[in-house]
């Protein structure tokens, strides 16, 4: 069973940083798409892809964080962060890792198969 468990979230005014992490066990496969997505308040059944990487390096962006957030693995592959810089309000949601591994697009999150719970960013003007 591929487990996901979210860390990091937090409140920071406008301007901030903050450092997302997710311990992702359970997988055996060394083909995967791993994502952050997000979940505005009020938007219950949209959940935005914001980053993705796959196994075989390729990452991804969502237009508005571009150059603003990174989405990073480490070497043993089971801790996926996303930093976050020059956050702004409309950052503000849940963000969730996510793990997909049938070769499905990495920022949509109909492909994704695995969900961690979330953790709340909130971004203060």
Do not use: H
Not at 87 to 116: I, R
């Amino acid at each position: 069973q591929v487990t996901l468990l979210e860390s990091g979230g937090g409140s920071v005014q406008a301007g901030g940083s903050l450092r997302l992490s997710c311990v992702v066990f359970g997988y055996t496969t060394n083909s995967y798409c791993m994502g952050w997505f997000r979940q505005a308040p009020g938007k219950q059944r949209t959940r935005e892809g914001v980053a993705g990487i796959r196994s075989d390096g390729r990452i991804s962006y969502l237009d508005s964080v571009k150059g603003r957030f990174t989405i990073s693995q480490d070497n043993a592959k089971n801790n996926l962060f996303l930093q976050m810089n020059n956050l702004k309000p409309e950052d503000t949601g849940q963000y969730y890792c996510a793990a997909d591994f049938e070769g499905g697009n990495c920022l949509d999150y109909s492909d994704m198969d695995y969900w961690g719970r979330g953790t709340l960013v909130t971004i203060s003007s």
